[in-house]
């Protein structure tokens, strides 16, 4: 199983930028797919988690600026981020809880891109 993260780089405040993260491999179904960022010195934190049913999770300081969707049919993810800050600086993790075809549940990483924003 691979999770493959594309987009990011860098833009100046107020701009947008989208991620998408595909999952592949030996998968039976996905429970819930999200984003996770890390700061320099900063803990890696959750930044916006849908499951299954759409049900959506975010961050305080993201709400009402990003929107996490999911395209189940093809294992994918995508986290448009809006009226971006500086703060917003981070790597961006995909992350997936994987349900193999032996029923276990597997948390899955994606490779992590850089997301910086300029004042």
């Known amino acids: 199983v691979q999770l493959q993260a594309s987009g990011g780089g860098l833009v100046q405040a107020g701009g947008s930028l989208r991620l998408s993260c595909a999952a592949s491999?030996?998968?039976?179904?996905?429970?819930?797919m999200g984003w996770y960022r890390q700061a320099p010195g900063k803990q890696r934190e959750l930044v916006a988690a849908?499951?299954?049913?759409?049900?959506?999770n975010y961050t305080d300081s993201v709400k009402g600026r990003f929107t996490i969707s999911r395209d189940s049919a093809k294992n994918t993810v995508v986290l448009q981020m809006n009226s971006l800050k500086p703060e917003d600086t981070a790597v961006y993790y995909c992350?997936?809880?994987?349900?193999?075809?032996?029923?276990?549940?597997?948390?899955?990483w994606g490779q992590g891109t850089q997301v910086t924003v300029s004042s």
């Open positions: 992350n997936a809880g994987i349900v193999l075809f032996s029923r276990d549940i597997v948390p899955y």
């Open positions: 491999g030996r998968i039976s179904s996905i429970n819930g």
């Open positions: 849908i499951y299954s049913g759409g049900i959506t």
